[in-house]
């Protein structure tokens, strides 16, 4: 019986030494152990967009929130207070701590229940990336492997790099390079060491020790790992005391933290006409021409034109309910839920974007109609058809015929007839080119076109590479249609002096530290500066005494044109100063006519000078006036100033004893 018993006991004792060995060995060759993800880590980055001034307009990103940050970036101080508080002998042991094990089953033992773990930095990493958190044996021996294996396959650095680039920090961060950015506005380098202890104290319970939810939780978890540190004798008591008593400041941001939201689509659309697919995942740094705070003054300016049109529409049916009749159409007809605008504000000489706005308000309609809207221009077309005049030989002195005409052609086999009006149903005779364009004559402008030859006309416009022009005299209206981001870099060819820009939105794109695109300058010569210059007088005329009066802005020179088409359905102001370049479209998302008192002019002109107005606030130093070229020769003429060039000659019959000329160079 004695011996039965001692071989019993030897077999137990011997089962009992070799049992854990057996079955180790048994998960050792029942399962793949692929760990080729830690090892060739390559975790989806979030990619950040800056305007710019370097500052940060948008994160985009699949699911996880994550910036990326190399060993070299993470400062020693990180490294020592992570190891302090979760696993001191990091870089001693091989992915295992035996002894803490040891130790953590006698207090489970004795408390009955699990009340401390043991776990390495490697480990948590293993859990964290290659296997689920249910608590099993299978799972913790797999768990063992894992780490084993990675330890073998990675130095200690590799392992650190990958464990604060991959663990949850709460609040939507993945790494901590994202939690430094979101809670304390901060790169890694800058962080002190209070906010560092908050960081690496909570990968242990994310959610419980999240600074935006439990600040003083958190501060306790914050002053354990401290504790911990001056205990190790890892800092001094002066850095323990002023580390314990300091009380950072936390930021409870959107993870997005989208500041433009148009911006942010269009550099989206933008990447896939490059066939860049992972934008969310590729960790960019999307560096853009955006000014936030001129993006900022863009959408108050739409929002206070767009208060002020309903504002007139109410005062016109309260006048119409008194009267009973219009002159057109009944006020209440007008569908006001349709109304919509957009802007975009160009740098005048490099064609940056400043501000790119869609519509009055994203969160109702995300649709960019400054970008992807197409709509006619009407008479904010006219200066491409008077430039072309003007490089012809014509000055603003020409006469042109202000008379009404019918016009006859053949539709559908069918013969049909086109009477065109001025807007203010009335004609002129003769009228000066520049006072024909100031006060928008469509007649004048119809009879300019006719003068030069439609087939010349077009030839002509080629130069500013303006698509789908009508073949026939509704050119002289702008029936074409364009975005307005499209019309702004038309308007270039005059606000910078004869040399079409095309617009830029993204300067350069990074991508783990490499540049994998810069902007290319585009340029178009359009005509000469003289010629350009010859616009912009009339085109500044417009706005002091024309149809863009409501455009002007006290202490800054402007130049401009209104644009309203038929029935008013679409309202146009497109505008510069000396180096910045506007444009501003108001309408009806459904092409129904907005009042009939609604134009280019007295919608859109007061969203133009909002802008400038809040511009010149923000930077005061902005250049104010135009400069006049060399060749420009200013004459007298009737007592009004009119410009001349050798291309655009003075006209003889003008010039008298009393007028007053002088050539400038």
Excluded: C
Aim: glycine share 6%; net charge positive; charged share 25%.
């Amino acid at each position: 019986m004695k011996k039965l018993l001692k071989r019993t006991f030897v077999t137990v004792l011997i089962l009992g030494f070799f049992s854990p060995f057996i079955i180790l060995g048994y998960y050792l060759v029942s399962y793949d152990y692929d760990i080729s993800s830690l090892v060739d880590y390559k975790p989806k980055q979030t990619s950040r967009i800056y305007d710019k001034n370097g500052e940060k307009i948008a994160n985009i990103f699949d699911k996880q929130h994550r910036y990326y940050a190399s060993f070299n970036e993470i400062p020693p101080r990180v490294i020592e207070a992570l190891v302090a508080i979760e696993d001191t002998t990091f870089f001693e042991h091989s992915g295992v701590n035996f002894d803490a094990i040891f130790r953590a089953v006698i207090k489970d033992i004795k408390a009955g229940k699990m009340v401390e773990g043991a776990s390495t930095i490697t480990q948590q990493l293993v859990k964290n990336k290659l296997l689920t958190r249910e608590k099993k044996l299978s799972r913790k021996i797999k768990e063992l492997i894992y780490s084993f294996k990675l330890e073998n396959a990675l130095t200690k650095e590799q392992i650190l790099e990958r464990y604060l680039n991959e663990i949850y920090f709460g609040h939507g961060y993945y790494g901590i390079k994202t939690a430094a950015d979101g809670y304390f506005h901060k790169k890694l380098s800058d962080l002190t060491l209070k906010e560092i202890a908050i960081l690496v104290g909570l990968p242990k319970a994310p959610s419980t020790y999240a600074p935006t939810k439990n600040y003083d939780i958190s501060m306790g978890r914050a002053n354990r790992v401290i504790t911990r540190m001056h205990t190790l004798g890892w800092i001094d008591d002066a850095t323990y005391q002023k580390a314990l008593g300091e009380n950072p400041v936390v930021y409870n941001d959107t993870l997005t933290q989208n500041r433009a939201p148009f911006v942010v689509d269009e550099v989206a659309r933008r990447f896939r006409n490059m066939g860049i697919d992972d934008l969310k995942t590729g960790g960019y740094e999307i560096y853009t021409t955006i000014d936030l705070k001129l993006q900022d003054i863009g959408r108050k300016s739409l929002q206070y034109a767009y208060d002020k049109a309903l504002g007139r529409i109410q005062k016109y049916k309260e006048k119409e309910a008194q009267k009973k009749e219009d002159e057109s159409f009944k006020v209440q007809d007008v569908n006001v839920s349709q109304l919509n605008g957009a802007l975009v504000s160009l740098d005048s000489k490099t064609g940056d974007i400043l501000a790119l706005l869609g519509s009055v308000d994203y969160k109702k309609s995300s649709y960019n109609r400054a970008t992807q809207g197409r709509r006619q221009p009407g008479s904010a077309f006219k200066p491409f058809i008077y430039q072309v005049a003007i490089d012809l030989g014509y000055s603003g002195a020409t006469k042109l015929v202000d008379i009404a005409q019918t016009y006859a052609y053949e539709k559908n086999g069918e013969e049909m007839k086109w009477q065109p009006k001025n807007y203010e149903k009335n004609y002129k005779g003769l009228i000066t080119l520049r006072e024909a364009l100031i006060h928008s004559r469509n007649l004048a402008t119809i009879n300019l076109v006719n003068d030069i030859g439609l087939s010349q006309l077009l030839r002509e416009l080629k130069k500013f590479h303006i698509k789908n022009l009508p073949n026939d005299l509704s050119i002289a209206l702008g029936t074409m249609s364009m975005s307005p981001l499209e019309l702004a870099q038309y308007y270039t060819s005059f606000s910078n002096y004869g040399i079409q820009v095309k617009p830029h939105l993204i300067t350069s794109i990074d991508q783990g530290g490499s540049t994998v695109y810069k902007k290319e300058d585009v340029s178009y010569y359009v005509t000469a500066p003289t010629q350009a210059f010859i616009m912009t007088t009339i085109l500044r005329d417009v706005v002091t005494r024309g149809t863009g009066r409501r455009a002007r802005v006290r202490g800054i020179e402007i130049a401009g044109k209104t644009g309203t088409t038929n029935n008013n359905i679409d309202a146009w102001f497109a505008g510069y100063s000396p180096t910045v370049e506007t444009v501003v479209w108001f309408g009806n998302d459904d092409n129904t006519p907005m009042y009939h008192k609604e134009t280019g002019g007295r919608v859109s002109g007061p969203a133009f000078a909002y802008y400038f107005r809040n511009l010149l606030k923000l930077y005061p130093q902005i250049k104010r006036k135009f400069d006049m070229p060399e060749g420009i020769i200013e004459v007298k003429i009737n007592g009004k100033k009119e410009y001349f060039s050798n291309i655009s000659k003075p006209p003889r019959s003008d010039y008298s004893d009393e007028t007053e000329s002088e050539l400038l160079f």
